[in-house]
């Protein structure tokens, strides 16, 4: 059964038509449907910002420890190693930063 049943017109509530009901319901799965789409571009626009974070120690004038290294490849495996981009936790579920 659809949520949608009426709508308000100059201060009236106005029962939906099928047809109405139809291409609201339908506009919903097109919405969606680009969930994960945006969910993938939030998680990579955060894992650029974290890399960016850390590119200094990655010049060719310094040395970068291990540790650095290892994280800085975990932020890059973060979309390959995620199942669900709608099930990931934007506070948690980065590697720590050393």
């Given at each position: 059964?659809?949520?949608?049943?009426?709508?308000?017109?100059?201060?009236?509530?106005?029962?939906?038509?099928?047809?109405?009901?139809?291409?609201?319901?339908?506009?919903?799965?097109?919405?969606?449907?680009?969930?994960?789409?945006?969910?993938?571009?939030?998680?990579?626009?955060r894992?650029?910002?974290?890399?960016a974070?850390?590119?200094?120690?990655?010049?060719?004038?310094?040395?970068?420890?291990?540790?650095?290294?290892?994280?800085?490849?975990?932020?890059?495996?973060?979309?390959?190693?995620?199942?669900?981009?709608?099930?990931?936790d934007?506070?948690?579920?980065?590697?720590?930063?050393?």
């Amino acid at each position: 059964m659809s949520d949608y049943t009426h709508r308000m017109e100059n201060g009236e509530q106005i029962e939906l038509s099928a047809e109405e009901i139809a291409a609201l319901e339908e506009n919903d799965r097109a919405e969606e449907a680009l969930l994960p789409d945006r969910k993938w571009e939030e998680i990579r626009t955060r894992r650029n910002a974290l890399l960016a974070e850390t590119d200094h120690y990655a010049l060719q004038d310094r040395e970068l420890s291990e540790e650095m290294a290892n994280y800085r490849e975990q932020l890059r495996e973060v979309p390959q190693n995620t199942a669900d981009p709608l099930k990931f936790d934007m506070e948690s579920g980065w590697p720590t930063k050393p």
